[in-house]
């Protein structure tokens, strides 16, 4: 029997209702395979494996980038009230939590990552009542809200920072990274230079190289040091000079964003992502090896994942994460897999870290937009298996392919396939059926691709500034650098959300602070809402898969095919159950051995009926 992908849902629902397997496409059973599939005795292992599960283990979670989300206000930029109208809509895709991007008073000078005020919603978000009824008619639905904490670092208009600056003597003195030039004689001048820094009272532009306490180069580019005319020092700041760094070593700021975070536990938040979180702990304050014609080293290299960094996150844990539900998942870039066992699980600081092995794979592990890497499937597949493995017998792992920093994904990992909406289904059964906790970011259940605009002024992230600088400092065309841009910029992400072909994509009746993507008029929600064909439909069917299916949440992980450059295909299990992915990753047909397959049927796929052992191009299924 055949369905459509409507009646497939219905059948599929009813299956979680029921706890029964059900034979949905067109598929054909693997040779010797029955239609029945696993046993119940076999689904009932699974079922009680799931039941072990904590809940942020066994949801699927949506990361909203407020800003581009919806504009209740016709302001051009969206609020909280956007998100709160769209909970059914986010429902509707078997979303447990929603992850904000920051909505914390802020200069917005990063769009939130700059933060002013731990305890208040910035107005153009809305109002701490509107933050409040989200929580409240989010949990209505069993969602969850989760924040995004920035510990690393405040803005430079915090008033915690403003106290810091003043002087040497002040309560807050020590709350920042503080050091004195490594030359006097060479700084003296400096207050008199001119350019945009971190208040009025600081000046960078023109200090003398040797006058800088380390030649570390902050993240975005230039020096990672600003001098503050009030102190006679410098601060440290791992990204913008208007972004200075938190010092952890004192007690007295680590106990106040303990209580920060206590403070929205206990608004109802659900858990927090971590930003940033492998820069809070600094080494000793030395020269790094030079590694451009800047002079200067990278801080990431100097920087990430210092030892003694896991005593500061256990103390976060046992201060604001002890004897609640609540999960924690540290952006934890930096962190190799071998050792997220120190990271995640009972022993760890976190229930689950990002970490970005796999979606540095097309820059070569770099993150130097202009220097892409020739990268194949097998190091995309590797890099997953690698995270998986590492967090098998401890730990649980985020999947995701896309957040507010990365590119889309139909473009990041098929930056060739001419079928957009086939390549985003692809990725998306991947995304949904690994071992661990999907991440989904806006658009991606649309398929939303990278835009491609004709000038750097079109740009409004800072880091894609920097890297298109960057590449022309290195030598590359104009059209090179923009090149670069194109395919990385993190603007490709935050593109306002496509919920109609009216005017806008429907996201705002004012200027939106971003264009909208060119194909808003074909490719939105609404439209995809009334095809069955869509990419959001195909969403919403895999949502109901792994609802349905308990080995999708609760089985172990085995890559199998590892040496295929055309297929990622991976095995689920628990006790008896089974289940197995098989994703076409070209636009070609491809045979498989299908004896992984023996006693399964297909339960979800692509391109409708189909023979087991072969893939159509950019097709994928789901076999159990």
Known sequence: MTFSNISRRSALQAMAGAGALLVLGGCAPAQGGSAGGATSAASQTAAQARESLKWWQDIIVYEAYPKSFLDTEGQGTGTINGITEKLDYLASLGVGAIWLTPVYRSPMKDNGYDVADYYDIDPRFGTMADFERLVS???????????????????????WFQESSSSRDNDKADWYIWRDPADVDAVASTADAAGANASADTASTGT?????????????????????????QFYLHTFADFQPDLN????????????????????????????????????????????????????????????????????????????????????????????????VGEDGVFDMIFEFSHI???????????????????????AITASEQSTAESGWYPIFFENHDQARSVDQFMPNARDKQAAAK??????????????????????????????????????????????????????????????????????????????????????????????????????????????????????????????????????????????????????????VVLANFTEETVSYDASPAEGLTCMLGTHGPTELGVLRPLEAVVLA
């Open 137 to 159: 008619e989010a949990g209505r639905r069993d969602i969850r809200i989760v924040m995004d904490l920035v510990m690393n670092h405040t803005s430079n208009e915090s008033a």
């Open 426 to 579: 692809t990725l998306g059964c991947v995304l949904m059926t690994l071992r661990g906790t999907p991440f989904l970011y806006q658009g991606e259940e649309l398929g939303m691709g990278n835009v491609a605009w004709p000038s750097i002024d079109y740009y409004d992230d800072i880091s894609s500034h920097n890297q298109y600088n960057a590449a022309l400092e290195a030598g590359k065309s104009e059209e090179e650098a923009l090149a670069g841009v194109h395919a990385h910029s993190r603007d490709n992400a935050r593109t306002p959300m496509q919920w109609d072909d009216s005017a806008n994509a429907g996201f705002t009746t004012g200027e939106p602070w971003l264009p909208v993507h060119d194909d808003y008029e074909t490719s939105n929600a609404e439209a995809q809402d009334a095809d069955p064909n869509s990419v959001l439909s195909w969403y919403r069917d895999l949502a109901e898969l792994r609802r349905a299916l308990p080995v999708l949440a609760a089985g172990d992980y085995r890559e199998l095919m590892a040496e295929s450059e055309q297929v990622f295909a991976f095995e689920r299990t628990c006790g008896q159950d089974r289940a």
């Open 248 to 343: 952890w070593e004192c007690k007295a700021m680590r106990e106040e964003l303990f209580r920060m975070a206590r403070f929205w536990l206990d608004k109802g938040v659900g858990g927090f992502r971590i930003d940033a979180v492998t820069y809070i702990k600094k080494p000793e304050f030395e020269n790094g090896e030079p590694d451009a014609a800047d002079g200067m080293s990278g801080i990431h290299a100097a920087t990430a994942n210092t030892p003694g960094i896991l005593d500061f996150l256990h103390e976060f844990k046992r201060e604001v994460l002890a004897n609640t539900d609540a999960f924690a998942v540290g952006e934890a870039n930096g962190v190799p897999s071998d050792q997220l066992r120190e990271w």
């Open 360 to 382: 540095l794979v097309p820059l070569g592990g770099k993150e130097v937009w202009h220097e892409p890497a020739d990268w194949k499937l097998t190091d995309l597949k590797a």
């Open 208 to 232: 003398p190289a040797d006058a800088y306490p380390t030649n570390w180069r902050s993240i975005f580019g230039g020096p990672a040091w600003t001098w503050c005319e009030a102190r006679q």
